[in-house]
């Protein structure tokens, strides 16, 4: 009896011993959640910090705004209120973000070069407007900064405004515009060559509506198609195909393109650099004629 209560008096000494080094399951439960869900926050609080852009939107000094220049395309006018053959799309899709950007001032230098019938490198054909401008290959990037109407400031105080109708190559340099002989007589005399300026995107004033050209040899296999007289310069181009909206590819000569025919001649939509879009139907495939609208985009 003796022995069988010392065994006993043992093994329950050891059953107690055994569950006091036993981990509290219940205690530990708490510290991991809270563990984890701080980690998650870390982590979504990094991304939201990486994704959202900087509301500042100047870039002065040089021709490549600040890295703080904002990204966030601004919400359709509430004085774009959409005409009977004009929507505008409410999907708010914002447009990638150029070099040149709505409220960035930009330097470099102003030189001259003889115009002739105003046509150039984007394609717009012959211009009756003397004010027009070739942009440097870098800001042209790639006919982005086609139709684009700027401000541009000399340092002796004339100002002008031009449009974006020509590429001027090396050794025009980021920041540089090539004036037309008119605009830039406007600014100093023709015989300095070069002036010093700085200039930013403008949003004019216009009666003006937009036009659409389909390129020649374009057919439902394969067309090309580009906008003309739009106020503000064009960020995308799309057609409706049967799968919804598709983006053209923007070539450096001002078109965009559908390599395989998908969209050519059904609706298009354009939009502009500050994210207003306008759905345009009734376009047919006409190569090389210019097809009124009644459409434009809104003032900023």
């Not at 107690?16 to 205690?27: N, S, T, V």
């Amino acid at each position: 009896m003796l022995g069988t209560a010392v065994g006993l008096t043992a093994a329950g000494v050891l059953a107690y011993l055994l569950m006091g080094l036993l981990p509290d399951r219940k205690a530990d439960a708490t510290p991991a959640a809270a563990t984890s869900a701080a980690s998650a926050q870390v982590r979504a609080g990094n991304t939201a910090d990486k994704d959202t852009p900087s509301t500042s939107a100047t870039a002065t000094g040089t021709s490549t705004p600040t890295a703080g220049a904002s990204t966030t395309a601004a919400r359709p006018s509430a004085n774009a209120t959409p005409r009977p053959s004009r929507t505008a799309s409410t999907e708010a899709a914002a447009p990638s973000t150029g070099r040149i950007r709505p409220g960035a001032t930009y330097r470099g230098v102003a030189t001259a070069y003889e115009a002739g019938d105003g046509n150039g490198a984007c394609l717009f054909g012959p211009s009756s407007d003397p004010m027009i401008a070739a942009m440097n290959t870098t800001d042209y990037e790639t006919s982005r900064a086609c139709g684009a109407y700027v401000r541009v400031r000399a340092d002796n105080g004339a100002s002008i405004t031009v449009r974006i109708t020509n590429e001027c190559p090396a050794p025009c340099a980021p920041g540089q515009l090539d004036l037309s002989q008119q605009a830039f007589a406007k600014l100093a005399p023709l015989e300095v060559g070069r002036t010093p300026i700085t200039w930013s995107l403008l949003s004019p004033s216009t009666s003006d509506t937009i036009s659409v050209r389909y390129k020649t040899g374009s057919s439902p296999d394969w067309c090309a198609l580009q906008a003309i007289g739009h106020r503000n310069p064009v960020a995308r181009l799309e057609v409706r195909t049967g799968n919804g909206w598709r983006q053209l590819p923007r070539t450096d000569y001002n078109y965009f393109v559908s390599a395989d025919g998908r969209g050519c001649g059904s609706a298009i939509r354009l939009t502009d650099i500050y994210g207003e879009q306008l759905t345009i139907s009734g376009i047919a495939i006409r190569p090389n004629v210019e097809q009124p609208t009644q459409v434009q985009f809104a003032r900023h």
